[in-house]
């Protein structure tokens, strides 16, 4: 059965113009040794760069193959030498390391043990015929990609493998290497686990505040966020080859967010690399770029590479359960941000620039935290005042910029304050329901002042307190700018439609905004963030949603709503009343508006 589940895999990758067995191709690829030629006891090595972009050998004994299903092997291996004894065993970073037995690759270095121990070097490859599979993919597209074998795999040995652990008769494969040290902590007889050797993520040029989120956003994935202490790196890139170092990126720009492999197999201008999922993402245009390692730190739970992304080299196509494909010289369309900070305490403008991926569930999630980073970093402390906040975003086939303009105030932390509505700009361009937008870019303006720009709400007085359906109420407003020497008073009329419900009822007055909930900036936005791909509240079409982007919610309104006191009691419970009956006016104003007022009515 072996024998034949190994010629239908070297058969189907020759279907989709892999390397013939044995022999290296045309095009340059190297040649495969496939899985049905590989045994036990077979020495082989693996290339990986521990500094620089100079690639190195380390020393590969295979100990034994699993099955996991139909096309799912893994080959288990122990990786020895002076490279490995350098780092300290198979660091974060080698996924993707080709592993070659009988001159010819066999697979991919792709998942390690999480115990300690002699053979916390032990690693499990995934086979070259697996990973080729990627190549007959078609091209990055779609919105979004489904995650691929996120829970436990069960792989088994055809025999017990010896090791100075004991004998292996079962591997399971978790999500994470996490659960798979909470396994190794009490594991069954003959069984181990083990997980995808975690990619190292470095960020540069993030807040901490922003960088705790972006920890937060990324939890799902195998990912490890290291707050790097530089950017990109100008070097002459290398050939993209089996060994190099490959960066994958996020961001890119003044900010920069990225993730550290190894180049398995190159076809042509096609590439194989990390052995294992990044984010899992399915069709997915990533910008790849070149990397250079200056160290392995070697840590207790596991030794990782660090270093900095370089120059460009292409784009990948493909993020799947076995690896990523990609192609060196395609890269993809960016979405770019630009957000312009003039702080009155500092002077000049502070500008921040960066490219983020386009796609979808990603973008929404990073693209705020890219504004947020800029807005801090420019600010450099964290303190109350006022901003003027305008947020511009451009989309293909939409022939205006869509603009907000509002201000926004906070008594302790302005920068967040300032960038509340970006998280709602960044769901509209990629993730809203009516239809599949095609965003250029979003250019975020903020002054900042100090000084207060803001007006109490000190008076709020209906006038009649009974009304009838069909009848206007007045209402006298004062409003007390900070720092003023005299109120300002208006008068607003709503208007209570034909169809209004009779009886009780409540006038309620205050910001448009959300200024007056008492929930901390910080979480406001966390949860904000939080919100990708939410409904979009009422808002009918997209042209609703633009128009509540640009117009609805404003710091500077005044809003006055009569709602049935009904209403107010199931939005209390957070359910949805159906009222579609509205009975609202709003006063423009020049400052932030605090303050609030809910008023007993009744309505005949």
Same mark, same amino acid.
Do not use: C
């Given at each position: 059965?072996?024998?034949?589940?190994?010629?239908?895999?070297?058969?189907?990758?020759?279907?989709?113009?892999?390397?013939?067995?044995?022999?290296?191709?045309?095009?340059?690829?190297?040649?495969?040794?496939?899985?049905?030629?590989?045994?036990?006891?077979?020495?082989?090595?693996?290339?990986?760069?521990?500094?620089?972009?100079?690639?190195?050998?380390?020393?590969?004994?295979?100990?034994?193959?699993?099955?996991?299903?139909?096309?799912?092997?893994?080959?288990?291996?122990?990786?020895?030498?002076?490279?490995?004894?350098?780092?300290?065993?198979?660091?974060?970073?080698?996924?993707?390391?080709?592993?070659?037995?009988?001159?010819?690759?066999?697979?991919?270095?792709?998942?390690?043990?999480?115990?300690?121990?002699?053979?916390?070097?032990?690693?499990?490859?995934?086979?070259?015929?697996?990973?080729?599979?990627?190549?007959?993919?078609?091209?990055?597209?779609?919105?979004?990609?489904?995650?691929?074998?996120?829970?436990?795999?069960?792989?088994?040995?055809?025999?017990?493998?010896?090791?100075?652990?004991?004998?292996?008769?079962?591997?399971?494969?978790?999500?994470?290497?996490?659960?798979?040290?909470?396994?190794?902590?009490?594991?069954?007889?003959?069984?181990?686990?083990?997980?995808?050797?975690?990619?190292?993520?470095?960020?540069?040029?993030?807040?901490?505040?922003?960088?705790?989120?972006?920890?937060?956003?990324?939890?799902?994935?195998?990912?490890?966020?290291?707050?790097?202490?530089?950017?990109?790196?100008?070097?002459?890139?290398?050939?993209?080859?089996?060994?190099?170092?490959?960066?994958?990126?996020?961001?890119?720009?003044?900010?920069?967010?990225?993730?550290?492999?190894?180049?398995?197999?190159?076809?042509?201008?096609?590439?194989?690399?990390?052995?294992?999922?990044?984010?899992?993402?399915?069709?997915?245009?990533?910008?790849?770029?070149?990397?250079?390692?200056?160290?392995?730190?070697?840590?207790?739970?596991?030794?990782?590479?660090?270093?900095?992304?370089?120059?460009?080299?292409?784009?990948?196509?493909?993020?799947?359960?076995?690896?990523?494909?990609?192609?060196?010289?395609?890269?993809?369309?960016?979405?770019?941000?630009?957000? @312009? +900070? /003039?702080?009155? $305490? =500092?002077?000049? *403008?502070? &500008?921040?620039? %960066?490219?983020?991926?386009?796609?979808?569930?990603? !973008?929404?999630?990073?693209?705020?935290?890219?504004?947020?980073?800029?807005?801090?970093?420019?600010?450099?402390?964290?303190?109350?005042?006022?901003?003027?906040?305008?947020?511009?975003? @451009? +989309? /293909?086939?939409? $022939? =205006?910029?869509? *603009?907000? &303009?509002?201000? %926004?105030?906070?008594?302790?932390?302005?920068?967040? !304050?300032?960038?509340?509505?970006?998280?709602?700009?960044?769901?509209?361009?990629?993730?809203?329901?009516?239809?599949?937008?095609?965003?250029?870019?979003?250019?975020?303006?903020?002054?900042?002042?100090?000084?207060?720009?803001?007006?109490?709400?000190?008076?709020?007085?209906?006038?009649?307190?009974?009304?009838?359906?069909?009848?206007?109420?007045?209402?006298?407003?004062?409003?007390?700018?900070?720092?003023?020497?005299?109120?300002?008073?208006?008068?607003?009329?709503?208007?209570?439609?034909?169809?209004?419900?009779?009886?009780?009822?409540?006038?309620?007055?205050?910001?448009?905004?959300?200024?007056?909930?008492?929930?901390?900036?910080?979480?406001?936005?966390?949860?904000?963030?939080?919100?990708?791909?939410?409904?979009?509240?009422?808002?009918?079409?997209?042209?609703?949603?633009?128009?509540?982007?640009?117009?609805?919610?404003?710091?500077?309104?005044?809003?006055?709503?009569?709602?049935?006191?009904?209403?107010?009691?199931?939005?209390?419970?957070?359910?949805?009343?159906?009222?579609?009956?509205?009975?609202?006016?709003?006063?423009?104003?020049?400052?932030?508006?605090?303050?609030?007022?809910?008023?007993?009515?009744?309505?005949?």
């Amino acid at each position: 059965m072996r024998k034949l589940r190994g010629a239908l895999a070297i058969l189907a990758v020759t279907l989709v113009g892999g390397t013939p067995v044995g022999s290296a191709s045309p095009d340059g690829a190297p040649a495969i040794t496939p899985l049905s030629q590989v045994r036990p006891g077979m020495a082989g090595y693996g290339l990986t760069v521990l500094r620089g972009t100079t690639i190195e050998r380390f020393d590969v004994q295979i100990l034994g193959i699993l099955n996991g299903g139909p096309g799912s092997d893994l080959i288990l291996f122990r990786a020895t030498g002076p490279a490995i004894d350098q780092a300290g065993g198979t660091a974060e970073g080698m996924s993707g390391s080709p592993i070659f037995v009988n001159g010819g690759i066999i697979g991919a270095l792709g998942y390690g043990f999480h115990f300690a121990g002699r053979d916390s070097n032990l690693s499990l490859a995934t086979p070259i015929e697996e990973m080729l599979k990627l190549l007959a993919r078609p091209g990055a597209g779609g919105r979004r990609g489904a995650q691929e074998g996120r829970g436990p795999r069960i792989f088994d040995a055809a025999a017990p493998i010896p090791t100075a652990a004991g004998a292996i008769s079962r591997v399971v494969l978790m999500a994470s290497p996490a659960d798979a040290r909470a396994y190794n902590a009490r594991p069954l007889p003959r069984t181990i686990a083990a997980a995808p050797a975690a990619v190292p993520m470095f960020v540069a040029g993030v807040s901490p505040a922003a960088f705790t989120l972006l920890s937060r956003a990324l939890g799902r994935y195998n990912v490890i966020p290291t707050q790097g202490y530089g950017g990109s790196r100008d070097f002459t890139p290398p050939p993209v080859e089996p060994g190099s170092s490959l960066g994958v990126e996020l961001v890119r720009g003044d900010v920069e967010m990225g993730a550290l492999g190894t180049v398995t197999y190159r076809r042509g201008d096609q590439i194989l690399a990390f052995g294992h999922p990044f984010l899992n993402a399915g069709s997915a245009a990533m910008p790849m770029t070149a990397a250079w390692i200056d160290t392995v730190v070697r840590s207790v739970d596991s030794p990782f590479k660090q270093g900095s992304l370089g120059p460009l080299v292409g784009g990948t196509t493909q993020d799947r359960s076995m690896g990523l494909g990609g192609e060196v010289g395609r890269y993809p369309r960016m979405f770019a941000v630009r957000v @312009r +900070v /003039r702080d009155a $305490e =500092r002077g000049p *403008v502070h &500008e921040t620039n %960066a490219q983020v991926v386009r796609r979808a569930d990603l !973008a929404e999630s990073l693209v705020p935290l890219v504004v947020l980073s800029g807005v801090q970093r420019a600010l450099d402390r964290v303190s109350g005042g006022s901003a003027r906040v305008r947020i511009a975003l @451009r +989309v /293909r086939g939409i $022939e =205006r910029d869509i *603009v907000r &303009e509002d201000l %926004a105030y906070d008594a302790g932390d302005i920068a967040t !304050a300032a960038v509340l509505e970006v998280p709602g700009a960044s769901q509209l361009l990629f993730g809203n329901f009516f239809k599949t937008l095609d965003p250029i870019d979003m250019t975020v303006d903020i002054g900042v002042e100090s000084q207060p720009n803001t007006a109490l709400l000190v008076r709020a007085t209906p006038e009649p307190r009974t009304v009838g359906r069909g009848q206007r109420v007045r209402v006298g407003l004062r409003l007390w700018p900070y720092g003023g020497s005299a109120p300002v008073d208006r008068t607003v009329q709503v208007m209570v439609p034909d169809d209004f419900p009779p009886g009780p009822a409540f006038l309620v007055v205050g910001s448009g905004g959300g200024l007056n909930d008492p929930t901390p900036v910080q979480q406001k936005f966390q949860t904000l963030v939080g919100f990708q791909a939410s409904p979009p509240g009422t808002a009918g079409s997209l042209a609703e949603a633009l128009d509540d982007f640009e117009n609805f919610g404003l710091n500077t309104d005044v809003l006055v709503d009569l709602l049935p006191a009904p209403v107010l009691e199931a939005v209390g419970a957070n359910a949805n009343p159906a009222f579609t009956s509205t009975a609202s006016a709003v006063l423009k104003t020049d400052s932030v508006v605090l303050g609030r007022f809910q008023i007993p009515m009744v309505v005949r």
